[in-house]
């Protein structure tokens, strides 16, 4: 699914470091509201055209929770974090001590874990970006989803095809030396500006 005709491999690659900086940030204050110590795996970033989002998940059919953030400032776009069903149930027996067993079972309460590890993680993520390359941005109070998964991304894209063109997805897994791991995936869709201000900052020429 993957269409890089956008960012060449350096550009990604660039992009990629970035995101690796950023999840490192993100475990490290998703430690804090969990009181687990994570390990954060190898990120993988791709470029995908919008029309391709709503395929990215391979299970879409199964249940996902997002959090997703519109984001403005030097770069403006779309963030959201997205976990798959098992991650969910972890992080609610964790932080409300007993989990959902299907959709029925999600009230506000699930909504409301979702938005705040959705908005520290999203923020942590951009934050440490931000940090790195003097680019500011600034997070929306996030909006959580539960439902399946290609119905969120779905919806994300509409809501982002009427400015923006392409997305970047960044697939990881944080896993605890305790019992909680969980699987999930940013997704950024950048704003007309399709990152120039960023590459700009790292030294590198505007991409394709």
């Known amino acids: 699914m993957a269409d ?16 690796n900086i950023g999840l490192g940030r993100a475990a490290m204050a998703l430690g804090e509201l969990t ?18 989002v709503p395929m990215l998940l391979a299970d879409g059919d199964s249940l996902y929770a997002a959090a997703y953030t ?15 069903w098992e991650s969910v149930q972890s992080l609610c027996a964790l932080l409300l001590g007993s989990e959902p067993e299907s959709l029925d079972d999600i009230t506000e309460i699930h909504l409301s874990v979702i938005a ?14 931000s940090e790195m390359t003097g680019i500011t941005v600034h997070l929306q109070p996030p909006q959580p989803s539960i ?7 779905s919806c994300i894209a509409a809501e982002a095809e009427i400015n923006e ?5 960044v697939d990881t ?14 997704l950024l869709i950048p704003g007309p500006d399709r990152l120039t201000r960023l590459f700009q900052t790292l030294g590198l020429e505007e991409a394709a």
Do not use: C
């Open 4 to 19: 890089t005709s956008g960012l060449d491999f350096l550009h990604l690659s660039a992009v990629q470091e970035l995101a």
């Open 35 to 52: 009181g687990q110590t994570y390990h954060m795996g190898v990120p993988h970033v791709e470029e995908v055209g919008l029309e391709s």
């Open 70 to 84: 519109p984001a403005e400032g030097d770069i403006s776009g779309h963030l959201a974090f997205l976990f798959d």
């Open 116 to 129: 705040e590890v959705g908005n520290i993680l999203n923020g942590s993520f951009l934050n440490a970006i």
């Open 147 to 153: 439902d399946y998964g290609i119905s969120i991304l």
């Open 165 to 169: 063109a392409m997305a970047l997805s």
């Open 173 to 186: 897994a944080l896993e605890s030396i305790g019992q909680v791991r969980l699987k999930g995936s940013f």
